[in-house]
C-alpha cells in the first residue's frame, strides 16, 4: 500500500485540493482581483429621484452642480454625489422655549416681556449653496426669524402686538427673513411664515389684565 493511500480520506482530499490550485492560484487570483475591482467600482453608481437633485465633487470641489433625476456615476475614493430632496417642504416650529435650543424672551415696544411661537416651512431653492454656503441653513433660519421677532415686536406696543397689528407684523416678519435668505444665498427658501401665538410672560399677564380691568 502507498503512502498516500494510507493517509485518511480527508486528509487524502486536502492533499488533492492542494495540488489542483498548485498550478492556478495566479489564475484564480486575477480573478479575484477583477472581481473585486468590479465591486470596488460598482458602489460609484447612484439613482436620482425625480423630487431629488445631486451636486457631484471631486476631491471637495463641485464638478457637476445640477444633475437631475436619473442614474448617475461618481468615481469611487474620488467623487461624492450628494443627493438631496429638493421639491420638499420642511416645516418646524421656532418658539421660544424648547428644549433644544436656548429660551428667549422678546422686549415690547413698552418694554413688556413677550414669548411667541412661529411656525415656518421651507424647501432648497439652490442645492450647492445648501450644501457649501453655510454649516447648518436650518440654524440660520431659525436665527434669522428670532432677529426679525426681537426687531419687530421692540417696535411695537403690546396691545397693538395682540389686535390689530398682528397680522401686518407677521407679513413684515416673513419679508424681512425671506430678503435675507436671499441676500445671504444659503440656498433655501422661505415658503410661510405664521405667527402661531404671542403671550406675555406670566408677570406681563397680570399686569396686563389688571390694565384692562382699570379700564374696563
Known amino acids: 500500500m502507498s503512502e498516500s493511500q494510507s493517509l485518511p480520506p480527508s486528509t487524502r482530499a486536502i492533499y488533492a485540493t492542494f495540488d489542483y490550485l498548485e498550478g492556478r492560484y495566479k489564475k484564480i487570483l486575477c480573478i479575484l482581483l477583477v472581481l473585486a475591482a468590479l465591486y470596488f467600482l460598482?458602489?460609484?453608481?447612484?439613482?436620482?429621484?425625480?423630487e431629488e437633485q445631486a451636486v457631484r465633487t471631486r476631491f471637495?470641489?463641485?464638478?457637476?452642480?445640477?444633475?437631475?433625476?436619473?442614474?448617475g456615476y461618481a468615481v469611487p475614493l474620488i467623487e461624492q454625489a450628494h443627493v438631496r430632496q429638493v421639491k420638499r417642504i420642511v416645516g418646524y416650529q421656532i418658539g421660544?422655549?424648547?428644549?433644544?435650543?436656548?429660551?428667549?424672551?422678546?422686549?415690547?415696544?413698552?418694554?413688556?416681556?413677550?414669548?411667541t411661537d412661529v411656525a415656518v416651512q421651507y424647501?432648497?431653492?439652490n442645492l450647492r449653496s445648501y450644501l457649501f454656503a453655510a454649516s447648518d441653513p436650518?440654524?440660520?433660519?431659525?436665527?434669522?426669524?428670532?432677529?426679525?421677532?426681537?426687531?419687530?415686536?421692540?417696535?411695537?406696543?403690546?396691545?397693538?402686538?395682540?389686535?390689530?397689528?398682528?397680522?401686518?407684523?407677521?407679513?413684515?416678519?416673513?419679508?424681512?427673513?425671506?430678503?435675507r435668505l436671499e441676500s445671504l444665498g444659503v440656498g433655501i427658501e422661505l415658503v410661510t411664515l405664521n405667527i402661531v401665538e404671542v403671550r406675555p410672560i406670566?408677570?406681563?399677564?397680570?399686569?396686563?389684565?389688571?390694565?384692562?380691568?382699570?379700564?374696563a
Open 42 to 50: 460598482a458602489t460609484g453608481f447612484y439613482v436620482v429621484k425625480k
Open 60 to 71: 471637495g470641489q463641485v464638478v457637476d452642480a445640477e444633475i437631475g433625476p436619473g442614474l
Open 96 to 115: 421660544s422655549r424648547s428644549g433644544s435650543t436656548i429660551n428667549f424672551t422678546i422686549l415690547s415696544g413698552d418694554l413688556n416681556l413677550l414669548e
Open 123 to 125: 424647501k432648497i431653492k
Open 138 to 179: 436650518r440654524a440660520m433660519l431659525t436665527m434669522l426669524v428670532r432677529e426679525g421677532l426681537v426687531k419687530i415686536l421692540g417696535e411695537n406696543f403690546i396691545d397693538l402686538i395682540f389686535t390689530s397689528n398682528r397680522d401686518v407684523i407677521q407679513q413684515e416678519l416673513s419679508d424681512i427673513v425671506g430678503k
Open 202 to 215: 406670566p408677570e406681563t399677564l397680570q399686569a396686563f389684565r389688571d390694565v384692562n380691568d382699570a379700564i
